[in-house]
């Protein structure tokens, strides 16, 4: 009899271990799709969101890898990332560390490297790469903390950090420690932090400074004032 009611202990141990594990899945699953709806103003309905957000699948396909890698279940972790990667173009190594509520808008030409560490409230868009530069071991991809926002088609390479709550823009390649609060943009990513003012996540990243046009606005501009000078004195001599 005792040996029943230890049996029956245990089983309802189980379940309820199980229990809480499907419970928290379902809950950051919802909380991944409530993402969804505050970053994307096309998402209209949490079944379309469900069925048709390839970020979304990916992120919930890394979960497992990521889970099967840790216990050393390589290939099985890998070939997982890869069929996600085959029907969501998003490339997530099961190594890759991510923090809640991570969003991936569209997605398609995502490349996350094994080492990266990606904090709470990130977002990517597409054609984003987090890689390394070269062949050395360790830890060799990105760290993005808190708050992070990559715009389309930037790269991040190296085992550098980009700090919280800082932005890189469209197209931008960043190889060098970003420090919080910050916005990069350009080829090699070139820093310019807002008078110390906290650059929020906000999706509309069209309208980031362009240091290289400002210094060419500031040529320009330098160029008409002498030339307007220039002028001056020549109608000075005439006189």
Wanted: include cysteine; proline fraction near 3%.
């Amino acid at each position: 009899m005792n040996n029943f009611q230890e049996q029956h202990s245990l089983l309802q141990q189980l379940l309820i271990f199980y229990a809480r594990r499907l419970e928290n899945m379902f809950s950051a699953m919802k909380e991944d799709i409530q993402v969804v709806f505050e970053k994307d103003p096309a998402a209209r309905s949490s079944f379309e969101v469900f069925l048709t957000y390839s970020g979304l699948h990916a992120i919930w396909a890394h979960r497992l890898a990521h889970k099967l890698f840790k216990r050393n279940w390589l290939f099985l972790a890998r070939l997982i990332s890869q069929i996600s990667r085959f029907f969501t173009g998003i490339e997530i190594h099961p190594g890759a560390q991510i923090g809640r509520r991570f969003f991936i808008d569209h997605g398609m030409g995502v490349v996350i490297g094994e080492t990266c560490i990606i904090g709470n409230d990130v977002t990517l868009y597409q054609g984003v790469t987090l890689g390394g530069t070269g062949k050395e071991k360790g830890k060799r991809h990105p760290t993005l903390e808190d708050h992070v926002l990559v715009a389309t088609g930037a790269k991040v390479l190296g085992n550098i950090t980009i700090g919280k709550n800082s932005k890189v823009g469209a197209g931008s390649v960043v190889l060098q420690h970003v420090p919080p609060d910050a916005t990069v943009v350009g080829i090699p990513g070139r820093v310019v932090i807002k008078d110390g003012i906290k650059v929020g996540c906000e999706l509309d990243h069209r309208d980031l400074p362009d240091p290289v046009a400002d210094k060419f606005r500031e040529m320009h501009n330098e160029m008409k004032r002498m030339r307007e000078e220039l002028e001056t004195l020549k109608k000075g001599s005439e006189v």
